[in-house]
C-alpha cells in the first residue's frame, strides 16, 4: 500500500498531532498545552478524545525530561475529570472536576520517569484501546516537583502509535505496591507485597518497571508457583524508571500462582517517611506489563500491602537471596535531598554551641 502522511490538529493550540499512517496505522502526539505548575508537587492533567473503533497501541515515545517532570503518566478514561486545556488533577479517582477521570475508572496505559525511553510491543501485540475498552480518551498526568520560574511553561507528552489491525494478544498491566511508612535512620528496610493471582486465564510478563523515590535502592519482583520462586525482573529505582525486559522470558502466570515484590529502602533521615505521592514522601511500586490470549476487556489489578504488617516469611518460604542485591544492575547513584537538608541543619545547629 501507499504510505502517506496527513497531519491533522485535533485540540488545544495545536498540542495534539494526528499523524496518518496508510488505511490501518496511525500516530497521536499529546503535549501538555504550555501547563505552568504554581505549587510543589503539583499534579497536573490534560485529555484528548480517541476515535470510537477498536485500535492498539504498538509503541510509545515520550517528550518529556526529569528536570521538568517527576513522572508522567498515561491513563485511559471513559470521560475525562475535566474539559479545560490542563488541569489539577491530584484528587485522582473522586469523580471531581479535579479528578484523572470523570468517571472515576483510570487505567494505566504507561508511565515514565527518570528519563526513562520509549517501548514497543512484540508483534502481535498491543494495548487496546477504543470500542468496548470504556477507554474513550487518554490522559497524560504531570508529577511537578517544583514550582515553575516566571515564564516557564510545559509541553511535556507522549506520542502513540496505533493500529486498527486487530492484535493476536493483547496487553495488560498488573502492579503491585505499597502503603505505611520507612523508619529513621535505618541503612536496609524490606517492604515486601504478595497476591494469588486470581484470573482464569494465562498471562505473560513482557516487562517490568521499578518506582521509588530518593530511599529506593532496589526493587525485585517474582513469580512463586508451588513455592518455586522465578525472578520476574530486578532493578534500582535510581536508574531510568523505563520498563525492562522481563529478567526470565516465556514465564506463564496462571491461576493460583504468587506475585510479589519487594522495595529495599535506605534511609539517613531523622524522620519517619510515609509512603505517599509527594516527591519527599517515598512510595514502593513494581509494574509488571504482560500479554494474554484472553478476548475480554482487561482492566487493571492491583496487589496492596502495608509495609509494616505483611512480609513474605509469613506466608512464603525459601526466599531469593538475590531479592535485595545490587549485583549485576548498572552503576548508579543516590542522593537524598531530605537528609542531607536535615544533616546541614544539624552541623549548622552544633556549630551554635
Known amino acids: 500500500s501507499t504510505w502517506g502522511l496527513i497531519i491533522v490538529i485535533l485540540s488545544y493550540e495545536g498540542r495534539t498531532v494526528f499523524c ?3 488505511n490501518k496505522s496511525y500516530s497521536l502526539t499529546i503535549r501538555m498545552p504550555d ?5 510543589h508537587d503539583a499534579l497536573m492533567c490534560h485529555g484528548v478524545k480517541l476515535v470510537s473503533e477498536e485500535a492498539y497501541i504498538l509503541r510509545y515515545d515520550p517528550h518529556a ?3 521538568v517532570a517527576h513522572h508522567m503518566m498515561v491513563y485511559g478514561c471513559g470521560t475525562p475529570g475535566s474539559d479545560r486545556p490542563y488541569w489539577d488533577c491530584a484528587a485522582m479517582d473522586d469523580m471531581s472536576n479535579k479528578s484523572v477521570c470523570g468517571d472515576g475508572e483510570r487505567q494505566i496505559v504507561w508511565a515514565w520517569a527518570m528519563d526513562a525511553s520509549g517501548r514497543t510491543f512484540p508483534e502481535d501485540v498491543g494495548f487496546r484501546v477504543g470500542g468496548d475498552t470504556n477507554i474513550n480518551y487518554i ?3 504531570l508529577h511537578y516537583a517544583e514550582i ?3 515564564g516557564q511553561t510545559d509541553q511535556s507528552g507522549v506520542t502513540l502509535h496505533i493500529t486498527t489491525q486487530p492484535q493476536h494478544f493483547q496487553a495488560g498491566y498488573y502492579v503491585l505496591y505499597n502503603t505505611g511508612y520507612i523508619p529513621p535512620m535505618t541503612e536496609e528496610f524490606h517492604i515486601e507485597s504478595g497476591c494469588e ?6 498471562i505473560y510478563p513482557l516487562a ?5 523515590h530518593t530511599l529506593g535502592v532496589v ?4 513469580m512463586v508457583k508451588n513455592g518455586s520462586w522465578t525472578e520476574i525482573g530486578r532493578m534500582s529505582p535510581q536508574l531510568p524508571q523505563t520498563f525492562y525486559d522481563v529478567t526470565t522470558p516465556n514465564i506463564a502466570i496462571n491461576k493460583g500462582d504468587v506475585l510479589a515484590s519487594r522495595c529495599t529502602m535506605s534511609s539517613q533521615r531523622t524522620t519517619y517517611t510515609t509512603i505517599g505521592s509527594q516527591h519527599s514522601d517515598e512510595m514502593c511500586n513494581f509494574y509488571l506489563m504482560y500479554y494474554t490470549s484472553y478476548p475480554g476487556t482487561l482492566r487493571i489489578q492491583y496487589c496492596m500491602r502495608d509495609a509494616q504488617t505483611f512480609h513474605w516469611a509469613d506466608y512464603l518460604t525459601e526466599q531469593p537471596e538475590t531479592a535485595s542485591s545490587t549485583q549485576g544492575l548498572p552503576p548508579f547513584t543516590r542522593v537524598d535531598p531530605v537528609a542531607e537538608a536535615q544533616s546541614a541543619k544539624k552541623s549548622s545547629r552544633n556549630s551554635l554551641m
Open 20 to 22: 496518518q499512517h496508510g
Open 35 to 39: 501547563a505552568v505548575s504554581k505549587q
Open 65 to 67: 525530561t526529569k528536570d
Open 139 to 141: 490522559v497524560i498526568q
Open 148 to 150: 515553575f520560574k516566571d
Open 197 to 202: 493471582f486470581d484470573q482464569n486465564y494465562t
Open 208 to 212: 517490568y518497571r521499578t518506582h521509588s
Open 219 to 222: 526493587t525485585s519482583g517474582y
